[in-house]
């Protein structure tokens, strides 16, 4: 499933209509049967349907859908909001389709009391108003009808392809359909993965209409949703004649006196995901209280300065296949100096938390890297990376990230709902895993620890990544749906989870792999 921008979703249409020669209205068509379908499970056929039209293809798709519900028998109006002599194109046809078919259309315009009057005797809404044509403020009278059919909290609303009043590629929302459902068309929009935007949709249904992949490739950029399908495809499958050192020998490297538990957390996630071999590099002053904690992975102390790092570490004398760097090392010179030792070994490197502070002065040595250098930024952490603002980065979170993992050559992963994983190439995946009890000190460094295990393991780094940071999601999915609520999770808990939740995706794998 791929992702796309307002402006690749028309170029796909256009490609598809002038070089492969299928017909406007035939896609048109296609995609009021496919959104219907949607319907007829859903409404109830004692219902009262409205559904609310604009001029573009959205209002197209509205025709359709209320011409294939008034022919199931369900009691539809379709009130065509702007008057009738602005639909042009595929929409007119489908309008003169639907009236042909003698069904009758109901005028907002003369008619604004009615409507109103009428709102509170329908059920369901079906909105076809704007799709992803809005560009600026909403005008007059799309705000004052979205904000009547918001007010009517009864109401059950789907939007068709995205909520009225939002902004296709994400952004800033004044007014905008607060829908229960959202049946995306064809391919979902940047904004369904953004936030405020995302919050408008409700639940999100994509339904394919038959445009061919080749308009797809032709015209948008590499951006996919990474699924359960997608993880239970690629997770490595363990050979019976492996030992401990087949599964990677890692370093985590972190803590101080007052953040002791995030190295020590890093540490057990990557046990529980899976390393075969973990040494712990940490300041001397706090090893005693690290040792007691984990005895499974063998200590690297470290010379230490008021409880940090001093800034020396022997890495030379350490066999390792990967690193991680960074949780609860602080923000100290020392740190800074531990950091660059380890950017410049030949061996993958992850870098988290306080080893991200320090960013512009790694930037010469990341530039000449070989092997794989991962970055977890929250949206915080990147904007101080960037020297932008937080709101800076959550407005265009696909395009920073990507420009920042091709500028670097780094894989990026950009944290926070539908977190962002960017590959050196550019190509970005989405994460459908997780949730708000995710929203929790600690968390964080649980993703590092994951992702070192992750990439000593598969043998492709971005997949090792994006199963990573789904794995981690799905362990937080796996609380609330049995035991947790969002708001009493731990860090800790995410930990433990980690072993069901692998469990559940390897069974399906074997099932996987028997189907091949």
């Given amino acids: 499933m791929h992702v796309v921008t307002a402006s690749e979703m028309y170029a796909i249409d256009r490609y598809t209509i002038q070089q492969i020669g299928m017909s406007e209205?035939?896609?048109?068509?296609?995609?009021?049967?496919?959104?219907?379908?949607v319907l007829l499970e859903r409404i109830q056929p004692a219902q009262r349907v409205a559904v609310l039209a604009g001029t573009g293809n959205n209002g197209g798709d509205g025709f359709v859908v209320a011409r294939v519900l008034k022919s199931y028998g369900y009691t539809t109006d379709l009130w065509l909001i702007p008057p009738k002599e602005k639909v042009k194109g595929a929409a007119k046809k489908a309008l003169?389709?639907?009236?042909?078919?003698?069904?009758?259309?109901?005028?907002?315009i003369g008619n604004e009391k009615e409507f109103i009057e009428q709102l509170r005797h329908y059920d369901v809404i079906i909105d076809a108003l704007l799709g992803i044509g809005i560009n600026g403020a909403l005008r007059s009278p799309y705000k004052e009808i979205i904000e009547k059919v918001n007010e009517a909290k009864e109401l059950v609303v789907y939007a068709i392809d995205v909520p009225s009043g939002i902004p296709a590629d994400?952004?800033?929302?004044?007014?905008?359909?607060?829908?229960?459902?959202?049946?995306?068309?064809?391919?979902?929009?940047?904004?369904?993965?953004?936030?405020?935007?995302?919050?408008?949709?409700?639940?999100?249904?994509?339904?394919?209409?038959?445009?061919?992949?080749?308009?797809?490739?032709?015209?948008?950029?590499?951006?996919?949703l990474w699924s359960e399908a997608a993880v239970v495809r690629t997770l490595p499958v363990r050979k019976r004649s492996s030992h401990k050192g087949t599964y990677g020998?890692?370093?985590?490297?972190?803590?101080?006196?007052?953040?002791?538990?995030?190295?020590?957390?890093?540490?057990?996630?990557?046990?529980?995901?899976?390393?075969?071999?973990?040494?712990?590099?940490?300041?001397?002053?706090?090893?005693?209280?690290?040792?007691?904690?984990?005895?499974?992975?063998?200590?690297?102390?470290?010379?230490?300065?008021?409880?940090?790092?001093?800034?020396?570490?022997?890495?030379i004398t350490l066999d390792v296949d990967a690193i991680a760097a960074g949780p609860g090392m602080g923000r100290t010179k020392g740190a800074k100096s531990v950091v660059q030792k380890v950017l410049c070994q030949d061996v993958p490197v992850v870098l988290d938390a306080d080893a991200l502070y320090f960013w512009n002065?790694?930037?010469?040595?990341?530039?000449?890297?070989?092997?794989?250098?991962?970055?977890?930024?929250?949206?915080?952490?990147?904007?101080?990376?960037?020297?932008?603002?937080?709101?800076?980065?959550?407005?265009?979170?696909?395009?920073?990230?990507?420009?920042?993992?091709?500028?670097?050559?780094?894989?990026?992963?950009?944290?926070?709902?539908y977190t962002i994983v960017t590959t050196p190439d550019g190509k970005q995946y989405v994460n459908t895993s997780g949730n708000p009890a995710l929203a929790k000190g600690g968390s964080g460094d649980v993703l590092t620890g994951i992702i070192l295990a992750f990439i000593m393991q598969h043998d492709n780094v971005q997949e090792a990544i994006c199963n990573a940071v789904f794995v981690h999601g799905k362990a937080a999915d796996a609380l609330v749906e049995k035991e947790h609520s969002p708001m009493d999770v731990l860090a800790t808990d995410v930990?433990?989870?980690?072993?069901?939740?692998?469990?559940?995706?390897?069974?399906k794998g074997a099932s996987y792999q028997k189907q091949k």
Avoid: W
Wanted: net charge negative.
């Fill in 96 to 108: 003169e389709i639907y009236e042909n078919s003698g069904y009758e259309v109901k005028n907002y």
């Fill in 495 to 507: 930990i433990e989870a980690i072993p069901q939740t692998l469990f559940s995706l390897y069974k």
């Fill in 170 to 224: 994400g952004g800033a929302v004044e007014t905008a359909i607060q829908a229960d459902v959202t049946i995306t068309i064809q391919y979902p929009k940047l904004s369904a993965y953004t936030f405020p935007t995302a919050d408008y949709y409700g639940e999100l249904i994509v339904v394919d209409i038959g445009i061919p992949p080749l308009s797809l490739e032709k015209n948008a950029e590499f951006r996919q």
């Fill in 249 to 315: 020998k890692g370093l985590v490297i972190g803590g101080s006196r007052n953040m002791t538990g995030a190295v020590i957390m890093t540490a057990k996630a990557a046990l529980r995901s899976g390393a075969g071999l973990l040494t712990m590099a940490v300041p001397d002053d706090v090893y005693p209280v690290a040792a007691t904690h984990i005895p499974e992975v063998m200590y690297h102390p470290c010379s230490s300065l008021n409880g940090c790092f001093a800034g020396e570490i022997d890495l």
């Fill in 361 to 417: 002065d790694y930037v010469s040595i990341i530039r000449d890297r070989t092997k794989a250098t991962i970055l977890t930024p929250h949206p915080g952490e990147m904007a101080r990376m960037l020297g932008v603002s937080i709101d800076d980065v959550e407005r265009d979170r696909f395009g920073i990230a990507k420009q920042f993992a091709m500028n670097y050559g780094v894989y990026l992963v950009l944290k926070g709902p």
């Fill in 25 to 37: 209205e035939s896609l048109m068509e296609n995609a009021g049967q496919a959104v219907a379908a």
